[in-house]
């Protein structure tokens, strides 16, 4: 029974997963928001499940940051982002760190930056990381569908663009080039 009980719930995270990677962009709310707010509200929302945790969440958002986008999509990308960084870049490490920054790019986009000091990717997954599916704690409940979710959401709904940056050993650095003034999903 124990195995049953595993098994259906890593059915129920999968089914959550492809959930969120089939965002439908009608219920998705545009609106006005501070980026520095947005990251703090999501930073309340995760500070429970990382107290735990000995790393370290840094933000430095500058306040003056307006955004006409997708605040819940844009408030799950980093989730999704800090969430990888803790299991899969800092995991068995003391003492990390997640560090967030933003720079405004005029007004038309933001430079947004979610860094760790992990253990950082090998060269020959860097080109997978965002492929569905891909994961390397297959079997320990990584489900391939975080960073893939991540890809679509800054390119199909927020209209931007995301890269990452890694040598093995010294962490990540996912980059995320996001307009001011996102696409409406109604277009």
């Not at 996912?174 to 307009?179: A, E, K």
């Amino acid at each position: 029974s124990d195995l049953l009980m595993r098994n259906l719930n890593i059915a129920v995270e999968l089914i959550g997963s492809f959930k969120q990677v089939a965002v439908d962009r009608t219920s998705a709310q545009r609106r006005e928001f501070a980026l520095d707010a947005l990251v703090s509200e999501t930073m309340l929302t995760l500070n429970p499940s990382l107290k735990a945790m000995q790393h370290v969440i840094q933000t430095d958002i500058p306040t003056g940051i307006a955004m006409v986008s997708y605040p819940g999509q844009l408030g799950q990308i980093l989730t999704n982002l800090i969430h990888n960084a803790v299991v899969h870049g800092l995991g068995d490490r003391e003492h990390g760190i997640v560090h967030i920054s933003a720079q405004g790019e005029g007004s038309a986009s933001v430079v947004l930056v979610v860094q760790d000091n992990g253990a950082g990717i090998p060269e020959a997954n860097l080109r997978r990381i965002f492929d569905p599916f891909f994961t390397t704690r297959l079997g320990q409940g990584g489900s391939g569908l975080g960073l893939h979710i991540v890809y679509n959401l800054v390119r199909d709904v927020l209209g931007g663009t995301v890269t990452v940056e890694s040598t093995l050993g010294q962490g990540a650095r996912f980059v995320l080039v996001l307009p001011c003034t996102s696409p409406d999903g109604a277009d």
